[in-house]
């Protein structure tokens, strides 16, 4: 990736350049200390002057009113606040008329930011104040006093908090009073310019100390540049929170979110006072000292998907090279190429009206269809369809190009979303909630409807990063995510009624991928790199988990690595300095997932004599288990020695009934309730309370024996067995209650017994040979 620089020859201002903003994607206004301002078309290259104010106004900075408000949408903003260097602001509408001026500090007005939402002005000056200011200019508070000029100021991606600088510190001051304030030193120089994006949740600060760094809003450092030749005069976050740009001495850096640059351009253009993105993230304006408005466009980004490798070699065309035949083909399209993807052999290119769907297998005849709203900010993929996320809404199309669904839920902020917190499967849609990030909700693919009963997943901590698993049935579809402790956990999506267990995966995981072509799940967990090849095995037999792990070493990947992709049996990893990693991991647990999910048993058990791997036979065990495979089961368990479960297999083929077989693999796997609820519902009333007797559910054995009517002596009896091998006495008042006057017989019970295993034996054959002849039973 790199930035295509455009500078006129003869500058249009005639003094240095102080801030710039876009208003849409192709129009820019500049403000100058030559009291213009001036609007840049870029379609046409022409320039306009707009207004000139007065000689004592000297413009410092200004931003664009936001876009959307409420339910009535604008297609580009309509008007400006200007600060300038006479302690006030003003409003200004597009055309140039100043609508008011508003008297704000003492001294320069340093910078005016609006809230997200258009509701509320910041504004900070030399005189160490910070004003928070209604839309129209009223005043509502004096946030904070300071006895140093605050120099830059950027609103919470909430809007609630604020952050700005004091000298050589950061400080983020919330809005209610009393809540608790975080400050801390930040550089070692005079801070100049602080952004905070609200996709990301991230801050970037420049300072005189020639460095810029990158934080998360707890203050802790993610990035620190190396010092550069000249103070850093300006930052800018792109809207998507991807890649941010930097502005010095002659100097324009495009760096990675993480911080490592991709490019770095050297224009003639004095120091970068401001830099602007356009809406859409594909260009960026700077505010040049020598008087002069740079342009730049962000170009030559990669897409890799299996051996196809794409790259946009100009605003609108794309070159895709296989690289096993080296064949070439250009895409050429008719506007500007904002956001692309390239996953399950499609590449969906969005440009400013349209989007393309290409097939891998023919690059000459996309599918186009033209975009209902404005900008494209996340493309997601699977391998049925595909997502499209822009200002307003959702969107899921066929990779047909036909509109299936539009997910909604009260609240929605479409503009915050990234692949982190939206995540999408052949049938499922899943949209970590912004106002509370401890809320996932689900959605069905083909309706945008909720799914199941139509609750949300709740967690009890904020949730950073979800995952849907890609293949299988619906029934069995996985979420993973990542909570704020860094504790991966995984849970079921089909949602009625009972509560889905949340299982905790593993601890300090930073990163994760689900397969494209079968449930294995990879993260990078401290300084190991760890591959689920079974993750489903938590919920059928937890004990073999760490059986079914692959585990490598990490720490080549140096700090903050992330994984990009898990296509196929390599997994790509981007380390903190920007290079990419590929890992190439064992291909049979792959097979071995192919072979379960056709029912292929026999090729499974082949395949594992052949590999001789425990993990292979771990995740052959818990796949038999999950599919009720007994038998596949037996042997896999053998070959782990596990041999104690291999005697309850065994034990569990002995029993009479279908039911009592059921019952009892549910129970293997941890399913008490489910093991009961199949032994009530088939009759076998005894059966159920001897299982919860054997797991010493003392009260759950009585409950269902009084409720029945039936074998409470039986319960009494081993109650009694149990408590005389301790050498205890009876508390429990309802066993003391039930046991007065009653006599235990032992040949009594063991005659019930008996005639109870003999009555499900004889129905369970009744079943069976009604069922040979062709009768219902």
């Given at each position: 990736m790199r930035l295509k620089i455009s500078l006129l020859k003869e500058p249009k201002h005639q003094e240095l350049v102080s801030c710039v903003g876009w208003t849409t994607a192709e129009e820019l206004y500049s403000c100058s200390d030559d009291h213009q301002i001036v609007k840049w078309n870029l379609l046409t290259s022409e320039t306009t002057q707009i207004v000139k104010l007065p000689d004592d106004i000297y413009p410092i900075d200004f931003h664009w009113f936001p876009k959307s408000l409420g339910v009535k949408k604008q297609t580009q903003a309509e008007s400006f606040v200007l600060t300038s260097s006479d302690g006030k602001f003003h409003l200004i509408s597009k055309l140039g008329r100043v609508e008011k001026s508003i008297e704000a500090h003492c001294g320069a007005v340093l910078a005016g930011r609006w809230n997200y939402e258009g509701t509320a002005l910041v504004t900070v000056g030399e005189d160490g104040q910070i004003?928070?200011?209604?839309?129209?200019?009223?005043?509502?508070?004096?946030?904070?006093?300071q006895g140093t000029p605050v120099y830059s100021v950027a609103w919470g991606p909430d809007?609630?908090?604020?952050?700005?600088?004091?000298?050589?510190?950061?400080?983020?001051?919330?809005?209610?009073?009393?809540?608790?304030?975080l400050q801390w030193k930040a550089h070692d120089g005079i801070i100049l310019k602080v952004d905070w994006n609200s996709v990301n949740?991230?801050?970037?600060?420049?300072?005189?100390?020639?460095?810029?760094?990158?934080?998360?809003?707890?203050?802790?450092?993610?990035?620190?540049?190396?010092?550069?030749?000249?103070?850093?005069?300006?930052?800018?976050?792109?809207?998507?929170?991807?890649?941010?740009?930097?502005?010095?001495?002659?100097?324009?850096?495009?760096?990675?979110?993480?911080?490592?640059?991709?490019?770095?351009?050297?224009?003639?253009?004095?120091?970068?006072?401001?830099?602007?993105?356009?809406?859409?993230?594909?260009q960026i304006a700077g505010a040049c000292g020598n008087g002069h408005v740079v342009f730049a466009h962000v170009v030559e980004q990669h897409w890799e998907w299996k051996n196809f490798q794409v790259t946009l070699t100009k605003r609108r065309a794309m070159q895709v090279r296989n690289v096993l035949n080296d064949a070439v083909d250009?895409?050429?399209?008719?506007?500007?190429v904002i956001k692309a993807s390239l996953n399950y052999a499609h590449l969906v290119v969005s440009t400013s009206l349209q989007c393309y769907v290409f097939s891998t297998k023919n690059w000459n005849t996309p599918i186009i269809f033209d975009l209902k709203e404005g900008?494209?900010?996340?493309?997601?993929?699977?391998?049925?369809?595909?997502?499209?996320?822009?200002?307003?809404?959702?969107?899921?199309?066929?990779?047909?190009?036909?509109?299936?669904?539009?997910?909604?839920?009260?609240?929605?902020?479409?503009?915050?979303?990234?692949?982190?917190?939206?995540?999408?499967?052949?049938?499922?849609?899943?949209?970590?909630?912004?106002?509370d990030?401890?809320?996932?909700?689900?959605?069905?693919?083909?309706?945008?409807?909720?799914?199941?009963?139509?609750?949300?997943?709740?967690?009890?901590?904020?949730?950073?990063?979800?995952a849907l698993d890609q293949k299988g049935l619906t029934n069995d579809r996985k979420i993973a995510f990542i909570d704020k402790n860094r504790d991966l956990c995984i849970t079921s999506v089909k949602r009625f009624g009972k509560e889905e267990q949340i299982i905790k995966l593993g601890t300090m995981v930073h990163t994760l991928a689900w397969n494209d072509t079968c449930n294995i799940l990879c993260g990078l967990q401290d300084t190991r790199f760890i591959v689920w090849y079974?993750?489903?095995?938590?919920?059928?037999?937890?004990?073999?988990?760490?059986?079914?792990?692959?585990?490598?070493?990490?720490?080549?990947?140096?700090?903050?690595?992330?994984?990009?992709?898990?296509?196929?049996?390599?997994?790509?990893?981007?380390?903190?300095?920007?290079?990419?990693?590929?890992?190439?991991?064992?291909?049979?647990?792959?097979?071995?997932?192919?072979?379960?999910?056709?029912?292929?048993?026999?090729?499974?058990?082949?395949?594992?004599?052949?590999?001789?791997?425990?993990?292979?036979?771990?995740?052959?065990?818990?796949?038999?288990?999950?599919?009720?495979?007994?038998?596949?089961?037996?042997?896999?368990?053998?070959?782990?020695g596990e041999i104690d479960k291999v005697q309850y297999i065994n034990s569990i083929k002995s029993l009479p009934s279908k039911e009592s077989k059921m019952a009892h693999i549910l129970l293997f796997s941890g399913n008490i309730q489910e093991a009961e609820i199949v032994l009530l519902q088939a009759g076998l009333v005894y059966q159920?309370?001897?299982?919860?007797?054997?797991?010493?559910?003392?009260?759950?054995?009585?409950?269902?024996?009084?409720?029945?009517?039936?074998?409470?002596?039986?319960?009494?009896?081993?109650?009694?067995?149990?408590?005389?091998?301790?050498?205890?006495?009876?508390?429990?008042?309802?066993?003391?209650?039930?046991?007065?006057?009653?006599?235990?017989?032992?040949?009594?019970?063991k005659a019930k017994i008996e005639m109870e295993i003999t009555k499900e034996r004889e129905q369970s054959s009744s079943s069976q040979s009604s069922k040979s002849m062709g009768l219902k039973p």
């Open positions: 004003k928070i200011w209604s839309k129209t200019g009223m005043l509502r508070s004096t946030l904070a006093q809007s609630e908090k604020v952050l700005y600088t004091a000298g050589k510190q950061l400080i983020i001051k919330p809005l209610q009073p009393n809540a608790k304030v949740d991230l801050i970037l600060s420049a300072g005189e100390d020639c460095k810029y760094k990158v934080w998360d809003s707890y203050s802790r450092p993610l990035y620190n540049s190396q010092p550069h030749e000249h103070p850093i005069t300006s930052v800018a976050w792109a809207p998507d929170g991807e890649l941010f740009a930097v502005g010095s001495f002659h100097t324009l850096r495009l760096c990675d979110k993480t911080g490592w640059s991709y490019a770095l351009e050297k224009p003639n253009t004095g120091s970068i006072f401001n830099i602007a993105w356009s809406i859409d993230g594909t250009l895409l050429e399209f008719r506007d500007r900008t494209v900010s996340l493309i997601l993929q699977a391998e049925r369809h595909f997502l499209l996320v822009d200002g307003s809404s959702i969107y899921l199309y066929s990779y047909e190009g036909r509109f299936i669904s539009s997910p909604k839920f009260p609240g929605m902020r479409t503009d915050i979303l990234n692949a982190q917190t939206v995540s999408l499967s052949n049938d499922t849609i899943a949209i970590r909630d912004k106002a990030e401890k809320i996932i909700f689900l959605f069905e693919a083909s309706t945008g409807k909720p799914l199941g009963d139509g609750k949300f997943l709740s967690h009890k901590n904020e949730i950073l990063e979800i079974y993750p489903n095995t938590v919920y059928v037999d937890r004990d073999i988990l760490p059986k079914t792990l692959y585990e490598g070493d990490a720490s080549e990947f140096s700090k903050n690595p992330h994984i990009v992709s898990f296509v196929g049996n390599q997994v790509t990893i981007r380390r903190a300095d920007g290079s990419l990693v590929h890992i190439n991991i064992s291909p049979y647990p792959a097979i071995l997932h192919e072979y379960v999910s056709s029912s292929k048993w026999e090729d499974a058990v082949r395949l594992c004599r052949f590999v001789k791997e425990q993990t292979m036979w771990a995740c052959l065990a818990a796949m038999a288990v999950a599919n009720r495979d007994m038998t596949t089961a037996e042997i896999a368990y053998a070959a782990i159920a309370i001897q299982i919860n007797i054997n797991l010493y559910n003392w009260e759950r054995a009585l409950e269902l024996a009084v409720k029945y009517k039936t074998h409470v002596d039986t319960v009494l009896a081993y109650r009694q067995k149990f408590l005389e091998t301790f050498g205890k006495q009876e508390t429990n008042k309802r066993y003391l209650h039930y046991a007065e006057g009653l006599q235990i017989d032992w040949e009594k019970i």
